[in-house]
């Protein structure tokens, strides 16, 4: 049998195949809500061992983009129900994405109330998608103080203790696509010289401490993190390649010590072998290979020494029966690209199964 379909059981996860559902932002949740159809959705890929949702704002200033859930109030936690509820029933674990945008937002896709922040007052090049005024430019975000990054840590762990209620099996940090958790890392985007700037040990800060919280708060077992070493995603500037190295061999260290369930890869640039060794020798936990992957180039990752688990999203967006379809050796549909983040069932629940 094809190891990808086969158990996977190491630590706090034990789960039916190797198969992961990777976070996407689809932007479905009107009014910041999931909703019936967004249940309908999970519930359909629940071939995965485990699914990640997509990006969720831990608190009102997280919500950068039009039509992103949320787990900071009451009613979005009881929403979720229905979703974890549905991917239980299928035996698929399900992990819930905590996705703090920082200055990868707009303020018309912010509630009343909320603004834009980030690890400096760099604002990013480009354009985002506003509901109300269409596409916008990146405004300058506010530049946290001391008092609001602890404030932003102890806004996870809130959205942790949510996740829990809601009925979640853990939560994954997302520290990639160029948010404030990996704005922090950049020192392109952080030229901050207080505690939280300056040394790799000072930027990897944030990152660390939200683990370190969540993990105390709810169980290291049940926490993860998403990284992307070397990427360029949201504006973010290149920098040298050996300090990019020593923050990532950093990092897999200090989450091997918090002890925490999964690492989860992302790779979205090119990323050098010796990091990828450094990352696997400094974490001994379960490793999540994503991105561009197809079942045969997943299987063989399986067996090449880093990944022990392996995710997909524009396969699985697609291919609601991804695992049938892995199983039978069924060709796999195409998404369509003009449908994403549009609100609405097209391009969202309505894919061909077999």
Same mark, same amino acid.
């Given at each position: ?30 009014? #910041? ?60 674990? *399900? ?8 200055? *990868? ?11 834009? =922040?980030?690890?400096? $007052? @760099? ?8 509901? $109300? ?17 602890? %404030?932003?840590?102890?806004?996870? =762990? ?34 901050? $010289? ?7 040990? #000072? ?21 993860? =993190? ?20 020593? $923050? ?7 989450? #091997?010590?918090?002890? @925490? ?9 090119? *990323? ?25 180039? %997943? ?31 069924? =060709? ?23």
């Amino acid at each position: 049998m094809n190891t990808l379909l086969t158990p996977y059981h190491k630590g706090a996860l034990q789960l039916k195949n190797h198969l992961v559902m990777a976070p996407m932002t689809r932007s479905r949740a009107i009014d #910041n809500l999931p909703n019936e159809l967004m249940a309908a959705y999970y519930a359909q890929r629940s071939g995965a061992g485990l699914i990640i949702t997509e990006g969720t704002a831990p608190s009102p200033n997280a919500l950068g983009y039009s039509r992103i859930p949320g787990i900071f109030s009451a009613a979005q936690t009881n929403a979720w129900k229905a979703i974890t509820g549905a991917a239980h029933a299928a035996g698929s674990k *399900i992990f819930l994405q905590l996705m703090h945008t920082g200055r *990868i937002g707009h303020p018309a896709n912010l509630p009343a109330g909320a603004r834009l =922040v980030g690890a400096s $007052t @760099i604002k990013a090049a480009g354009e985002i998608w506003t509901d $109300t005024a269409g596409q916008q430019p990146y405004p300058e975000p506010h530049a946290l103080t001391n008092e609001e990054v602890e %404030a932003v840590i102890a806004e996870h =762990v809130t959205a942790a203790r949510n996740a829990m209620e809601a009925g979640f099996d853990g939560v994954e940090l997302h520290g990639a696509n160029g948010y404030l958790v990996e704005q922090f890392l950049n020192p392109h985007v952080n030229n901050r $010289t207080d505690a939280w700037g300056g040394s790799i040990a #000072n930027r990897a800060k944030l990152a660390i401490r939200i683990i370190q919280a969540m993990a105390a708060a709810i169980g290291a077992g049940k926490v993860g =993190v998403r990284f992307s070493p070397y990427s360029t995603l949201g504006d973010l500037q290149p920098y040298d390649e050996q300090e990019v190295h020593d $923050t990532y061999a950093l990092l897999a260290k200090e989450l #091997n010590t918090a002890g @925490i369930a999964y690492l989860h890869i992302g790779v979205s640039a090119t *990323i050098p072998q010796k990091t990828f060794d450094a990352i696997r020798e400094g974490f001994k936990g379960t490793i999540i290979l994503c991105n561009g992957l197809t079942p045969e180039t %997943a299987e063989a990752a399986l067996h090449a020494g880093f990944a022990d688990l392996v995710a997909f999203g524009r396969a699985f967006l697609a291919n609601p029966d991804l695992d049938i379809r892995i199983a039978t050796g069924g =060709v796999l549909n195409q998404p369509d690209y003009n449908t994403l983040y549009t609100p609405g069932a097209v391009g969202y629940t309505d894919y061909p199964t077999i």
